[in-house]
């Protein structure tokens, strides 16, 4: 399985569409599978449940899909948080969008489509979640003020000279 992760407003699924487009696969993005199963979106879930029932949820969803057929899946930015989702992600190829803080508030600053966005300890959020993401990751790809286009490039072929290698 080819997996994205990354913080919000890194581009997962921006870059992961075009990716499984050009590799033949299906896309799956962790947060609309999710609100397929539970016919919410994630602000509700949120609102409803608070963050640690939307991440038992995340994570459930998540280990189902890393179970079932080969897509590219990208995984909401909060998704490492579970030890579970961490173990379940060993040996799968596992691609990093490493965006900055900065970057991302100015690509997605003020969606409120995004509950995480409203805390104010955002910052240090950023701060823990990266350790995760680079133990995770096989591949990392720089994306600040890179060009979508040029990312997909460098995931294909990243992707392509790992899948040589295996
Ligand atoms: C979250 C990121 C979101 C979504 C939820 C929580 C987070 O996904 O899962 O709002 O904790 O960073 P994206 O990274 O796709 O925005």
């Given at each position: 399985m080819i997996v994205l992760v990354g913080f919000m407003g890194a581009g997962k699924t921006s870059v992961g569409r075009p990716l499984a487009r050009r590799l033949g696969?299906?896309?799956?993005?962790?947060?609309?599978?999710?609100?397929?199963?539970?016919?919410?979106?994630?602000?509700e879930l949120f609102q409803t449940m608070g963050e640690p029932g939307f991440r038992d949820i995340e994570a459930a969803q998540i280990l189902e899909?890393?179970?079932?057929?080969?897509?590219?899946?990208?995984?909401?930015?909060?998704?490492?948080?579970?030890a579970a989702v961490r173990e379940a992600l060993r040996g799968h190829q596992v691609v990093l969008l490493d965006i900055s803080l900065t970057e991302a508030l100015a690509r997605i600053g003020g969606d409120a489509g995004r509950p995480m966005l409203?805390?104010?300890?955002?910052?240090?959020?950023?701060?823990?979640?990266?350790?995760?993401?680079?133990?995770?990751?096989?591949?990392?790809?720089?994306?600040d003020g890179r060009h979508l286009t040029r990312v997909v490039k460098e995931v294909l072929s990243a992707v392509g000279a790992a899948d040589v290698e295996e």
């Open positions: 696969r299906v896309f799956v993005d962790s947060d609309e599978a999710i609100a397929d199963a539970t016919g919410e979106e994630i602000p899909l890393l179970d079932g057929p080969e897509v590219v899946l990208a995984l909401g930015g909060g998704a490492l948080s579970s409203a805390r104010p300890d955002l910052a240090a959020i950023y701060a823990q979640r990266q350790d995760h993401y680079r133990q995770a990751a096989s591949i990392v790809v720089p994306v």
